[in-house]
């Protein structure tokens, strides 16, 4: 139980493009999602807390006109990266968890390259 | 506050021996504490979590790790490693008290472990 997808796994794109990524929890609800970003050879970082229903928070230093973040049902989050540039590259993984004690589960990430 | 240490940057074994990966933590509330595998290119995996039940926790693939309050540590461990252990490995602590700490994870900097045939 308690399997997160995320897709795509892989994106390349255009500088200047938009790509949206999703997070689905397939077998249980998640009222909160999160979302990294790991930098190569580097641990994850946390860039947003995403509420289903309600608007995004976001950790300090992460623009969120940028990295738009979309909580529309219980079993699915997005990452939107707007007008992406090449520094946008990165691993970008989401997770949710199905109780405030319990662990994350998380998405098999998502490998974001902006040429 | 809290925050997590793994003490070893790259760990390389032979097959077939021990693997010991060191994490120490320092957190305000009593934590729940995990241990995450991540192979290349590849979301997390978790291998075992500690929740205030019994200190010696046993995990998946033949891991454990035992807390240890008075150290403030969460070591890994497990007595055998085989080649497809190669891979890297975070300790994380979550505390648990609510509020605006939920979810707030803090990850180590991971321990790359290496398995020589």
């Not at chain 1, 707007?82 to 970008?92: G, K, L, Q």
């Not at chain 2, 891979?87 to 321990?111: D, H, I």
Request: glycine share 6%.
């Amino acid at each position: 139980g308690a399997v997160v997808s995320q897709h795509p796994s892989r994106v390349i794109c255009k500088s200047g493009t938009s790509v949206k990524i999703e997070c689905r929890s397939l077998d249980f609800q998640a009222t909160t999602m999160f979302w990294y970003r790991q930098f190569p050879k580097q641990s994850l970082m946390l860039m947003a807390t995403s509420n289903e229903g309600s608007k995004a928070t976001y950790e300090q230093g992460v623009e969120k006109d940028k990295f738009l973040i979309n909580h529309a049902s219980l079993t699915l989050s997005t990452l939107t990266v707007t007008s992406a540039h090449p520094e946008d590259s990165s691993f970008y993984i989401c997770s949710a968890r199905l109780g405030q004690r319990e662990p994350l589960h998380f998405g098999n990430g998502t490998r974001l390259t902006v040429t | 506050a809290q925050s997590v240490t793994q003490l070893d940057s790259h760990v390389s074994v032979s097959e077939g021996t021990p693997v010991l990966l060191r994490c120490n933590y320092s957190s305000s509330y009593s934590p729940s504490l995990f241990w995450y595998v991540q192979h290349p290119n590849k979301g997390l995996q978790l291998l075992l979590k500690y929740t205030s039940a019994a200190t010696l926790v046993k995990g998946i693939n033949g891991f454990e790790a035992e807390f240890k309050k008075s150290e403030t540590s969460f070591h890994l461990t497990k007595p055998s490693a085989h080649m497809s252990d190669a891979a890297e490995y975070f300790c994380v602590v979550s505390p648990n008290a609510g509020g605006t700490s939920y979810g707030k994870l803090t990850f180590g900097q991971g321990t790359i472990l290496t398995v020589h045939p």
